[in-house]
């Protein structure tokens, strides 16, 4: 319960324009219904369900008894900044330089950070409908005009590069990508991502280039980058981190690379904001980034096998009929054969089957139609889960 008081609070006006993730609040909901003794499978959060790697722990933790524990450079670390810029040469086959790189907390200060310094009021900025709620969240707080691009089914959730075209105009400021995508799994074909670039031709337009899950791929496929693409290093924003890879959600760390002009503006944003991404979590970054890799193949493997395992239960479910995601770690199926709209179904699977999976509309309009469900969850889990959705659909279809 608010407390009653006579202050009225005044909010600005840009903060009815903020958008959210409702990730975070199906999981309270959920949380609500097991507080009251309910069963519920949470396939509704974005996050590995592995541990940080032992020896990106140890790091951190050697880090601070080393006293890491201080205000660093609000760009980060030297040695960090260094270590991504050799890492992102050498994945997106660039040159970059340890001046390009800005090290924030988490990979969601890039996208504030990207809008916020770039897109003023009436900007236009073209973004993936359905996609990651933060983007049109913050293109509205700022007063942009949320310009978004359809991806479709039919075309593995991939965009229609002719409709990119006929939605570029004059007022285009930013375009965003991000593959593999959230929520549905899909990935930007190279052809595709060239043909972006093509489109996009010499205009002084940025490209935010969310690869937060770049390292999510399955079936041996290699990631590729629109900074990769020649003439377009200039004109890319490329954001990526630590959560997904390493699992590290809740150590708070990601980074953009980007031209040295911009970065020294994102670090203006950042003395501004945080001042700096926590220290020893920075130097822990180091170890993850140069220690060994198996833990991130383990991973990836583990998320391909669940990903099988699921999707294939998915499409033996009445009503529902799933793509085969080729990266990150969602579901994302066609639910419009059970005669239900997305929010209710989703509702109903979470009060009644104790599955909490997203409506295809947390991610905007064009995720109408579907449902979202995080495989970060065990083979048990996952199989449970299908079992209660059969056996709901089969009682209420
Ligand atoms: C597409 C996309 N971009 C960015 C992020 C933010 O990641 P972080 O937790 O590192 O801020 C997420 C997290 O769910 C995401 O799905």
Known sequence: MEKATQYELQLARRMSRLGTETAFEVLNKARALERQGKSVIHLEIGEPDFDTPSNVVE?????????WTHYGPSAGLPELRQAIAEYVSRTRRVKVTSDEVVVVPGGKPIIFFTILSLID????????????????????????KAVPIQ??????FSLDVNSLISL???????????SPQNPTGGVLPRRDIERIANAIGDRNIMVLSDEIYSRLLFDGEQHFSIMSVPGMQERTILLDGFSKTYAMTGWRMGYGVMRPDLAAQMTRLMTNSNSCTASFTQV???????????????????????????VAGLNKIKGFSCRM????????????????KSKPLADALLEQAGVAALSGTSFGEYGEGYLRFSVANSVENLQKALDRIDEWTKKNL
Do not use: C
């Open 59 to 67: 790091s951190g933790i050697d880090a601070l008894r080393k006293g």
């Open 121 to 144: 009021e009436g900007d236009e900025v073209i973004y993936p409908n359905p996609g990651f709620p933060i983007y049109e969240s913050m293109i509205h707080y700022v007063g942009g």
């Open 151 to 156: 991806l479709h089914e039919d075309r593995d």
């Open 168 to 178: 570029i105009n004059g007022h285009t400021k930013l375009i965003i990508l991000n």
């Open 284 to 310: 822990a970054g180091v170890e993850a980034l140069k220690g060994d890799q198996g833990s991130v193949d383990h991973m990836r493997d583990e998320f391909q096998r669940r990903r099988d395992m699921f």
């Open 325 to 340: 995601p080729k990266g990150a770690f969602y579901a994302f199926p066609n639910i419009t054969r059970t005669g239900w």
